[in-house]
């Protein structure tokens, strides 16, 4: 025992969590133990994993050589503190989502909770061994083991056709994603053979190469991130999935196609070009204002969801866009800036997209209902969700005091010095750029408001929800954990900045942590300046005294006084719950300002209509701009291939004959 | 001693906006009653509007939920902080560290959230769309906000308000074209978010048009009381943002009891005109249809994103 070390701790809960799955296996048919004995053991894991990754952050870089895989292709694994501070994330998202699991998983999957324990933790310990692989071949092999655990946990409810017809989709995207990455590393290794990363660390690459290496991954790990175009899969697969599994991929297996990005083009590559910044940052604005404005205009829950986990994704790119700048300029204390904000905001997203992700579970089980259209007044029937989702949609919506508002309050001071650019057209350019993240902050806060607001606030549409039933004890440990989570993010981003100094360290060799310890723990700067600062639990304080005394004075001097009584509503004698804003309706001012983002079919009734009904559809552009027109094209090319095809032996075999001689007539030229 | 001034101005700061902002309400209510040749109800009016609210129960839909009950406190807890952290009488506030500009807009877009969240809570066809259009004023006059400040902040290198008012006003007096930009934009802005003519009518229940009025239909006594006067807070609030980008003489910055005393009349005189700016504003301008608002409000941030822009061109 004396001999361990972290990493091995690590390799011991990677193995533990691969145990659990096994064990869940075993157990099939006993649903009730696998969620509520095995599921929470996955997440006692997950604290200790997130504990090992927070103490990794601030240890030395350690490797070790694992006597796995094929014969003379040992497993090398290296942890240093981009991969711990992942494995943090990890630990805090995979422990709030066991939890809720224990509650959530019961009979009515179609899929055995058995064997969704199998592929849930297999799929948690594939993450964790991405994160702490040091050659490319164990990278790819977590990485395909990860996509294939997903989509089988995507389909789980495989009997729904188009749930398959999502799983489909992902995997597909999933695999033109791999593509581009063996592509990527085989380009890598191909000088010297060695795949090792570091081997490939020590080599220097001309910039032409470095450059389709750099496109090559951003595409890889683009398709696994949801970036434009390649964000498609993302709002069928979330829908489709269970909730935790939507939480678990929206908080954890984006983030991986992040991670990737980072260690690529910080520690793989060691050359940036300004260009590559440019473009990641117009990529990251475009993925951030497409999502948000569809999310606003979505009437499904989960694919509201989904919409917006495409812009986080954006704003975080943007913000790693920011960061190649800069350090391509040698820039290094901004870059690393940048670099926080982009990091601070992988941690608040995985918190409260999966807190969100599981309300809507809860939702999910207790009306059986996705569309918002048939959703409202819950908050009075699950007050134990609704508060949680209420928590989740400030922090999403960027609002103080919150995670969300920090790392946007640290992206836009990054965007505030950037005018020492020394490149002038860029600088012009950054106006615009910070225009457009204030503008997608402001527009988060519309989509939370509609979605807390039609789900959970005003009158119940159906007559059914009136019955609906609160989340039950582990759905609820669940919440918690990860409401702790969202608000520790928001009130100390002090100590999250001294954790992001030692990553920052690492990929750029600079890192706010000196300017932030001097400050002290209530004080978060961006430098030493003091030309800005923000301090969360003061504010918070404050605020909350400024409450509480309004309520006791007002309370003393006057009177508590109150009466209930209907609604006023404007002396109007009839109104329903079918009155309130719908989905569509609260979405309409957004799709009347930004018309050009969707791609929409309306039918109105005329006014003969004995029974008028309205109809309209928004669709993802993409899919008439690009997929179908792919499709179209992949379905030609076969059918013109399958004319060769006839079945019959003698036919095939001429085939070979004219091959045979085709190629001996090469050879002999 | 500095310490305990300090506070004492922190203090003073947020009683005078407690007091000063429901007169500045009077004040452009008769300041519009005398351009439009009615007779002006007295300057004390709204002082008195909250006395009887706030002595009036509490009338309440059955199924509001505790949310509703929270909002009031919680909006009223926003501006009273956003009175605080902008320096209106004096630049060295203990408050000031805590939050900076984008923390000042992160705290009224929670406001706005907050808002939005109880006219949805009740459940009636006024209050979802009065919140549908508050979200949707906001999502652009809230970054129009921001890039005004951002604009100010790039001339004086500091996203802070206390120090963004230090720097104006020891700059040799120059014109920024930045900030003329800027303060076009602002005074858009200011409009919008304070449900002022061209965009809302403060002054109608038409079912139509109502925006901020449709938001508040079902708060009644205490409540209601407690929502006007974080209205007229906001109003101020404002007013005293403007004034520390564009007019930032007087405010008190040494920490001398004289010159916080001094910066009182300051604050009234400043107090006046903008008001008496505003009321003539809203006299001449005719209000807009909801669905020429966003044209109104993109026109403002296009401003505001051009003050930046000729910042960068200008360097100044």
């Known amino acids: 025992m004396a001999n361990l070390i972290l990493i091995d701790y690590i390799l011991i809960a990677i193995a533990g969590w691969i145990a659990i799955g096994v064990f869940g296996l075993v157990k099939i048919r006993q649903t009730d133990f696998v969620a509520q004995v095995i599921f929470p053991l996955g997440g006692v894991l997950g604290i200790f994993l997130g504990t090992l990754g927070l103490i990794g952050v601030f240890a030395p870089v350690q490797t070790e050589l694992l006597p796995l895989g094929l014969p003379g292709l040992p497993f090398h694994v290296r942890l240093d503190t981009l991969s711990s501070y992942f494995l943090f994330v990890l630990g805090i998202v995979s422990t709030g989502v066991s939890f809720f699991s224990a509650g959530y998983f019961n009979k009515e999957e179609d899929t055995p909770a058995g064997l969704i324990c199998l592929e849930y933790h297999l799929c948690l310990a594939c993450m964790a061994m991405l994160l702490i692989a040091d050659d490319a071949y164990v990278f790819m092999m977590a990485w395909e083991l990860m996509s294939l655990t997903a989509t089988f946990l995507v389909i789980a409810n495989h009997r729904d056709a188009e749930v398959r017809y999502a799983g489909f989709l992902y995997f597909l995207i999933a695999h033109v994603g791999a593509l581009a990455l063996v592509l990527c590393f085989g380009i890598l290794g191909a000088n010297t053979g060695d795949y090792t990363f570091a081997g490939i660390r020590l080599q220097q690459l001309n910039m032409f190469w470095a450059s389709i290496v750099f496109f090559l991954s951003l595409i890889g790990f683009g398709a696994k991130a949801g970036i434009l175009p390649l964000h498609i899969w993302l709002p069928e697969a979330h829908p489709a999935a269970p909730s935790p599994i939507s939480a678990l991929m929206s908080a954890f297996v984006l983030k991986t196609g992040i991670y990737g990005i980072l260690r690529m083009t910080f520690d793989l590559l060691h050359t940036q070009d300004w260009k590559w910044g440019g473009i990641t940052l117009a990529l990251g604005l475009a993925t951030a204002l497409f999502g948000v404005v569809l999310s606003t205009v979505q009437t499904d829950m989960k694919r509201l969801l989904a919409y917006s986990s495409i812009e986080n994704i954006g704003l975080i790119l943007a913000g790693i866009g920011l960061t190649i700048l800069f350090s391509s300029y040698g820039m290094a204390g901004l870059a690393a800036l940048s670099l926080t904000a982009a990091l601070f905001h992988v941690a608040s997203h995985a918190a409260f997209k999966s807190l969100l992700f599981l309300g809507t579970g809860s939702v999910l089980h207790s009306t059986g209902e996705r569309n918002l259209g048939r959703l409202g007044g819950l908050m009075r029937f699950m007050p134990w969700t609704a508060w949680p989702a209420l928590v989740g949609a400030l922090a999403a919506g960027g609002l103080p005091p919150f995670g969300g508002f920090v790392s946007e309050w640290l992206l836009l001071q990054s965007f505030l010095f950037t005018p020492g650019l020394p490149n002038s057209f860029l600088n012009m350019l950054i106006p615009i750029v910070t225009a457009v993240i204030v503008l997608v902050g402001a527009l988060a806060a519309y989509v939370m408001v509609k979605f807390f607001g039609i789900i959970f606030l005003g009158q119940p549409r159906e007559r059914k929800l009136n019955e609906a039933h609160d989340a039950g004890i582990w759905e609820r440990m669940g919440f918690s954990w990860l409401v702790v989570a969202c608000i520790c993010f928001g009130l100390l981003p002090v100590h999250m900045a001294r954790m992001l100094d030692r990553v920052t360290h690492l990929l750029v060799g600079d890192g706010i942590g000196a300017a932030v310890t001097a400050g002290g723990w209530l004080l978060l700067v961006p430098d030493t300046s003091g030309r800005a600062s923000y301090m969360p639990v003061v504010f918070v304080m404050v605020l909350l005294a400024c409450c509480v005394l309004a309520y006791v004075i007002v309370h003393r001097v006057y009177h508590g006084r109150s009466r209930r009584s209907g609604p006023w509503a404007c002396g109007f004698p009839f109104w329903t719950a079918r009155m309130q804003d719908t989905a569509e309706g609260f979405g309409q001012p957004i799709r009347h300002v930004f018309g050009m983002f969707f791609r929409m079919t309306r039918k109105l009734p005329s006014e003969f209509d004995k029974k008028p009904y309205y109809e309209i559809k928004v669709e993802d552009p993409f899919w008439s701009l690009l997929y179908r027109p792919i499709a179209a094209t992949a379905g030609f090319v076969s059918s013109v291939a399958g004319l060769l095809q006839h079945g019959r032996i003698a036919v095939y075999l001429l085939y070979s004959f004219l091959t045979l001689m085709f190629l001996l007539l090469v050879i002999n030229q | ?316």
């Open chain 2, 1 to 316: 001693m500095n310490h305990y001034f300090e506070f004492f101005s922190q203090a003073l700061e947020i009683i005078v906006a407690l007091v000063a902002a429901p007169l500045l309400t009077g004040w452009v209510n008769q300041c519009r009653a005398w351009l439009q040749n009615k007779s002006a109800p007295s300057m004390l009016q709204p002082h008195r509007m909250l006395h009887k609210l706030f002595h009036k129960e509490v009338v309440m839909a059955e199924h509001a939920s505790s949310l509703f009950r929270m909002e009031p406190y919680i909006i009223f807890g926003c501006m009273i902080l956003a009175c605080g952290i902008i320096p209106t009488l004096s630049t060295r506030l203990p408050l000031s560290p805590a939050a900076d500009a984008i923390a000042l807009v992160g705290l009224f877009a929670l406001g706005r959230v907050f808002l939005a969240l109880a006219a949805m809570d009740i459940g009636t066809a006024f209050g979802s769309m009065g919140s549908r259009r508050e979200m949707f004023i906001g999502f652009l006059a809230e970054p129009a906000l921001l890039m005004v400040l951002f604009s100010a902040s790039l001339i004086t290198n500091s996203t802070s308000l206390t120090n963004i008012a230090d720097n104006l006003t020891h700059r040799p007096l120059a014109i920024y074209p930045s900030l003329a930009f800027a303060g076009i934009a602002f005074t858009m802005v200011l409009l919008a978010e304070n449900a002022r003519v061209p965009v809302d009518n403060p002054a109608t229940h038409l079912e139509l048009t109502m925006i901020h009025e449709a938001l508040l239909l079902e708060h009644s006594g205490r409540y209601l009381a407690l929502m006007e006067w974080a209205a007229s807070l906001k109003l101020f609030a404002y007013l005293c943002i403007g004034f520390a980008i564009f007019s930032p003489w007087g405010i008190a910055e040494a920490g001398h009891p004289l010159a916080l005393i001094l910066s009182i009349p300051v604050l009234a005189v400043k107090l006046a005109v903008g008001g008496a700016m505003l009321a003539a504003i809203e006299t001449a301008s005719a209000k807009l249809r909801i669905f020429r608002v966003p044209e109104f409000l993109s026109m403002a941030f296009l401003m505001a994103v051009l003050g930046m822009l000729v910042h960068f061109l200008l360097g100044a």
